[in-house]
C-alpha cells in the first residue's frame, strides 16, 4: 500500500502521538497534521487519504453534525473520516450514517491496533492512488470516459438523457450497475428514473433511503465504498440481491443547494476510484441535477398551466385575457362560443379582427381606460354575436401583472340580454299599474274641458244652422271657437303626457328639459292631489337639459308624486304640501327634490325602502317595486337617488342627475343646454 497524508483532528496529543508512530512504522504515513475543529485555518479539502476525528463525548446530536459537516469536506478530496470514540453501537451507526467511513474504539485504552487494521482493509486512498486513479487496466481512461458520456448525453433531454447517461457510465466506468433516482421527500424513499444493471435497463422502483448508501450520498454529496458496501448496509437487499460490493454515490441538487436526487455507480466486485472518477461522478451528477430540475419545472408549468385552463373552463361566462398590446393570450369556451370561433382563431388576434369597427373601437377604448387607470370596474354595451343577434352585456375588467411584468387585464362578459327585457317589461308594467292609478283623475281632467268643447260645438252648430249670422253675433262665435280650442289642446296635452309616460322606447336616450317632464308629471297626478287636498309648491330654479329617457325620468316623478300624496293621512287637511324644486349642483349635476309633509318613515324603512317587494302598504295595494324602479332608472342614467325622512314630519327623496353639455366636433368645446329641435348634434355626452 502506498503512503498517504493523515489529518488528526481535535485528537489528544498523546493519542496523536501514539497513532502517528504506529503509522510512520508501517509505512502507511507521508505527513501527519494535527488541528483543531476550532482552527481558523481549517481546510475547506483536505489532502487525499485518512482523516481521524477526535468524538469528545458530548451530546450525540452535536457530534452527528459534526460529522455531517466534515464529511461534505472530505468527500470530494477522496478521504475516509474515520471517528475515535467510546460510544456504544447504536451511536456509532448513527454517525456512520451521517457520512463518517468507520468509528473505531479503542483496545485496552490503545487506538492504534484497530486504525491500523481499518486503514489495510479500506484502502485509504495515498498520493499516488489519488494521482493515477486508482484504476485497473480495464478501466476507461476518464479523459475517455469524459468525451463518451459528453458525446452521448449532449442531444439527449428528459427521460431519455438519464436513460443514455446511466448506461455509458456503466459502460465507462466498467461496473454492474448505474442508476439515477428521484427524491420523494414526504416517502424519504427515491424512485428510479433509469436504472442500467447486468447489462440492460431494469424496470424503475422506489425504495426507501434510510439504511442504504444512497442516504450516506445524499447526506454528504458524495459517498464511496470501494468493498463490502452490503455489509455496511445490510437492510438495502438490493445490495444483497444483486451481490454488490463496491458504490460510488453522488447527490443531484437544484440551483438553490436542495437535494433532488442522486446518481450512482456499483460494482459486483472491489469498486476503487480516484480524484478524477469523483470530479467525473460529480459533474454528470450536477448535470442530471440541472436535467431533473429542469423536468420538474416542465412539469409544474404543466400542472400550473393545466390548472389555469380548467379555472378558466369552470367560468360559465365568457372570459378572455389580453396583453398590453391588446392581443387576446388567454379565451375560454364560453368566449369561444360567443365568438364563433375556436381558440387557436382568437389567440394572438384583437378585437378589431373579429367585430364590427364601432364595436371594435368601444372595446379597445373601455380595455385602455382599464389599462391606463390601473382600476376594475364594469362597463355596458351592445355586442353582435356570431349569430348577428345584437345583445346587452356587461364586461368586468380587471388589469394584474402579466408573465414579463407588463400589465395585462382580465375580463369576463355577463349577457344581461334576457334580463334587460325582463326590467323594461317590469317598468312598463309599472308605470301600466301607475296609470290604472291615475286613471280616475285623467278621466277626470279629460272630461271637464271635453264637456265644454261639446257645448261649444253643439251652440256652433245652432248657429251656423242659420240662413244668416247677424254681424253683433261674430264677436261671441270667435270667443267660442277660441274657448273650444282651448279645451281642445288641454284634451291634448294630457294625452301627450299618457302617451309620453306610456311609450316604451326605453333604449332611446337624449337631452331632457327637466322641467317638461316635471309639468307632464304633475298634470298626471293633479287630480290625485286635489282629492287629498294637497298644495303644491314650485320652486323651479333654471337647470340645464340632462341626457336620458324622457319616458322613464317621467315614471321616477310620477312614482314619487303618487308617493307623496299616499303619504298624508286620509282625513283631508289645509296643510297637506308637496314641494317639487330644481337647482343645479354647479355646472356637472342637476338636483330635483320631491318633498311632502306626510306621515314620514322610520330609519329601517329608509333602509330598505329601495329592496324589491318591500312594501309599507297593506296586502294587495303594493308590490314594492315602485321605488326599486325609480332606483334602477335612476343609476342607468348615471344619477343617485337618496330619500331623507323623519316620522310625522314628512319625507324627501333627492334625485342627482348628470348635466348635459354638447361637445363640437370640431373643437372639442362643449355647452351645457339640449340640442335644437332639427338640429343633428356633433356629440352628446353627460357630465358628473
Request: hydrophobic residues 40%.
Amino acid at each position: 500500500m502506498n503512503a498517504m497524508y493523515v489529518t488528526f483532528l481535535g485528537v489528544p496529543s498523546s493519542v496523536g502521538e501514539e497513532l502517528e508512530q504506529a503509522l510512520h512504522g508501517e509505512g502507511l504515513a507521508i505527513e501527519c497534521r494535527h488541528l483543531t475543529l476550532e482552527s481558523p485555518s481549517l481546510p475547506q479539502v483536505f489532502p487525499p487519504g485518512l482523516v481521524v476525528l477526535w468524538d469528545v463525548g458530548g451530546p450525540l446530536e452535536e457530534e452527528i453534525g459534526v460529522c455531517r459537516r466534515l464529511a461534505s469536506i472530505s468527500s470530494l478530496s477522496r478521504t475516509c473520516l474515520v471517528v475515535l470514540t467510546r460510544r456504544d453501537p447504536a451511536a456509532q451507526e448513527a454517525m456512520i450514517l451521517a457520512g463518517v467511513s468507520e468509528c473505531i474504539s479503542p483496545i485496552e485504552e490503545r487506538w492504534a491496533p484497530n486504525l491500523l487494521t481499518l486503514t489495510r482493509r479500506m484502502g485509504v486512498p495515498s498520493r499516488s492512488a489519488t494521482q493515477s486513479g486508482g484504476l485497473t487496466s480495464s478501466r476507461v481512461p476518464p479523459e475517455r470516459a469524459l468525451q463518451t458520456l459528453l458525446a452521448a448525453t449532449t442531444a439527449d433531454l428528459g427521460h431519455d438523457f438519464f436513460r443514455t447517461l446511466v448506461k455509458q457510465l456503466a459502460e465507462a466506468f466498467r461496473v454492474t450497475c448505474a442508476m439515477v433516482g428521484q427524491m420523494i421527500p414526504e416517502q424519504d424513499s427515491i424512485r428510479t428514473l433509469a436504472f442500467w444493471g447486468q447489462g440492460s435497463f431494469q424496470n424503475d422502483v422506489t425504495y426507501p433511503l434510510q439504511g442504504t448508501p444512497c442516504h450516506n450520498a445524499i447526506a454528504c454529496s458524495i459517498c464511496h465504498y470501494a468493498d463490502d458496501v452490503s455489509q455496511h448496509f445490510p437492510e438495502d437487499l438490493m445490495l444483497v440481491d444483486l451481490g454488490l460490493r463496491g458504490y460510488l454515490g453522488a447527490a443531484l441538487r437544484s440551483t438553490k443547494g436542495e437535494v433532488i436526487g442522486v446518481l450512482a455507480i456499483l460494482h459486483d466486485q472491489l469498486l476503487d476510484a480516484g480524484e478524477m472518477d469523483f470530479a467525473l461522478l460529480g459533474a454528470f451528477a450536477a448535470r442530471a441535477g440541472a436535467e431533473l430540475e429542469r423536468i420538474q419545472a416542465h412539469a409544474e408549468l404543466e400542472r400550473t398551466r393545466d390548472f389555469l385552463r380548467n379555472t378558466l373552463e369552470a367560468v360559465p361566462e365568457p372570459l378572455f385575457v389580453k396583453d398590453r398590446s391588446h392581443h387576446f393570450v388567454a379565451v375560454n369556451s364560453a368566449f369561444c362560443r360567443v365568438m364563433g370561433r375556436p381558440a387557436e382563431q382568437l389567440l394572438g388576434k384583437t378585437t378589431m379582427d373579429f367585430l364590427p369597427d364601432h364595436q371594435a373601437q368601444a372595446f379597445w377604448t373601455q380595455d385602455e381606460q382599464t389599462f391606463t387607470s390601473g382600476q376594475s370596474g364594469e362597463q355596458e354595451q351592445t355586442f353582435t354575436d356570431s349569430s348577428g343577434i345584437t345583445r346587452a352585456i356587461v364586461t368586468n375588467r380587471a388589469v394584474f401583472p402579466g408573465a414579463d411584468g407588463q400589465p395585462a387585464l382580465v375580463a369576463v362578459i355577463r349577457d344581461f340580454t334576457e334580463r334587460k327585457r325582463l326590467e323594461t317589461q317590469l317598468r312598463l308594467a309599472d308605470r301600466m299599474t301607475s296609470m290604472g292609478t291615475l286613471a280616475a283623475g285623467v278621466a277626470h281632467e279629460i272630461n271637464n274641458p271635453l264637456a265644454y268643447v261639446c257645448s261649444n260645438l253643439t251652440f256652433l252648430s245652432e248657429q251656423l244652422a242659420q240662413e244668416t249670422l247677424p254681424p253683433e253675433a261674430l264677436p261671441e262665435l270667435r270667443e267660442v271657437v277660441a274657448e273650444t280650442q282651448e279645451g281642445a289642446g288641454r284634451v291634448r296635452s294630457i294625452v301627450q303626457d299618457l302617451k309620453t309616460f306610456a311609450r316604451s322606447d326605453e333604449e332611446r336616450r337624449g337631452p331632457i328639459n327637466v322641467h317638461q317632464v316635471i309639468d307632464g308629471a304633475l298634470r298626471l297626478v293633479r287630480n290625485e292631489m286635489m282629492r287629498s287636498n294637497a298644495r303644491l309648491e314650485r320652486a323651479l330654479a333654471p337647470v340645464p337639459a340632462i341626457l336620458g329617457n324622457e319616458a322613464r325620468l317621467g315614471q321616477v316623478l310620477v312614482n314619487l308624486l303618487v308617493n307623496a300624496v299616499q303619504a298624508f293621512p286620509e282625513k283631508r287637511s289645509e296643510n297637506n304640501l308637496i314641494r317639487v324644486s330644481t337647482w343645479s349642483d354647479g355646472a356637472k349635476r342637476v338636483v330635483v327634490e320631491v318633498e311632502d309633509n306626510g306621515a314620514g318613515m322610520s330609519t329601517e324603512v329608509q333602509q330598505r325602502i329601495f329592496d324589491p317587494f318591500f312594501t309599507t302598504k297593506p296586502v294587495g295595494e303594493g308590490t314594492g317595486l315602485g321605488l326599486a324602479i325609480c332606483h334602477s332608472i335612476v343609476q342607468s342614467m348615471g344619477g343617485q337617488i337618496e330619500v331623507r325622512s323623519t316620522p310625522g314630519q314628512g319625507t324627501t327623496f333627492v334625485l342627482s342627475l348628470p348635466a348635459f353639455v354638447q361637445e363640437d366636433e370640431e373643437d372639442g368645446t362643449a355647452a351645457r343646454g339640449s340640442v335644437a329641435e332639427g338640429q343633428e348634434p356633433a356629440r352628446l355626452r353627460a357630465i358628473g
